[in-house]
């Protein structure tokens, strides 16, 4: 009796508080096939921070409700020196995992240097040049109106070649350096750290 070819649908989402780029891809054994990809306006003619967030929740609840994924893959938010910025990043990631968490799908991060990295082999690359490489690997010719929906689909992309998978599809995560000893017993090693005498310093 042939087994049939296990299904996987990622989520894949780059948060903004402008633009959210998404893509959804779905795996069929070791095929991948784009579903859809696409990018939510957030309204800028306001300045309530809030109403952004709430934007972000529910087009994610809705992504999530109409596409069913097992899985969610986000990119998570940069590292510049402006503060304002990487806190409203912050806090779209953090709307959008909320609401990928009040559906019971499992959510994995990865750093955008990761992402490029896993698409096109260098963590330096540009957005068109993941863009070109996202159209080659999943045979697609539209050109997206805004390349936040290709760096969405580059995040679900990014945690399908990773296939290190549990459960529904999650990466395998712990909650803690305690639990991680717990299943890797085997491979922790235990080791004495001698106290440092200060005179030798």
């Given at each position: 009796?042939?087994?049939?070819?296990k299904e996987?649908?990622?989520?894949?989402?780059?948060?903004?508080?402008?633009?959210?780029?998404?893509?959804?891809?779905k795996?069929?054994?070791s095929k991948?096939?784009?579903?859809?990809?696409g990018?939510?306006?957030?309204?800028?003619?306001?300045?309530?921070?809030?109403l952004?967030?709430?934007r972000?929740?529910?087009?994610?609840?809705?992504?999530?409700?109409?596409?069913?994924?097992?899985?969610l893959?986000i990119?998570?938010p940069f590292?510049?020196?402006?503060?304002?910025?990487?806190?409203?990043?912050g806090?779209a990631?953090?709307t959008?995992?909320?609401?990928?968490?009040?559906?019971?799908?499992?959510?994995?991060e990865?750093?955008p240097?990761k992402i490029?990295?896993?698409?096109?082999?260098?963590?330096?690359?540009t957005k068109?040049?993941v863009?070109a490489?996202l159209q080659?690997?999943?045979?697609?010719k539209?050109?997206?109106?805004?390349?936040?929906?290709?760096?969405g689909?580059?995040?679900?992309v990014?945690?399908s070649?990773?296939?290190?998978?549990?459960?529904?599809?999650s990466?395998?995560?712990?909650s803690?350096?305690?639990?991680?000893?717990?299943?890797n017993?085997k491979?922790?090693?235990?080791?004495?750290?001698?106290?440092?005498?200060?005179?030798?310093?």
């Open positions: 009796m042939i087994q049939p070819q996987r649908i990622i989520l894949g989402i780059d948060p903004g508080t402008v633009v959210m780029g998404y893509g959804l891809i795996e069929v054994g991948t096939e784009l579903i859809a990809l990018v939510v306006k957030i309204p800028g003619n306001s300045d309530d921070h809030m952004k967030l709430q972000i929740f529910e087009k994610t609840i809705a992504l999530i409700d109409n596409y069913n994924p097992d899985t893959a990119e998570a590292y510049g020196k402006n503060i304002q910025v990487m806190l409203k990043l806090r990631q953090g959008a995992i909320a609401a990928a968490l009040s559906r019971n799908i499992p959510v994995n990865y750093s240097r490029k990295q896993a698409i096109t082999g260098n963590g330096n690359a068109e040049q863009a490489m080659r690997l999943l045979n697609f539209e050109t997206p109106e805004f390349l936040d929906a290709t760096d689909l580059a995040v679900a990014c945690h070649f990773q296939k290190i998978t549990t459960g529904r599809g990466k395998i995560s712990y803690g350096w305690e639990a991680f000893v717990k299943d017993n491979r922790v090693v235990s080791q004495k750290i001698e106290p440092r005498n200060k005179s030798q310093e």
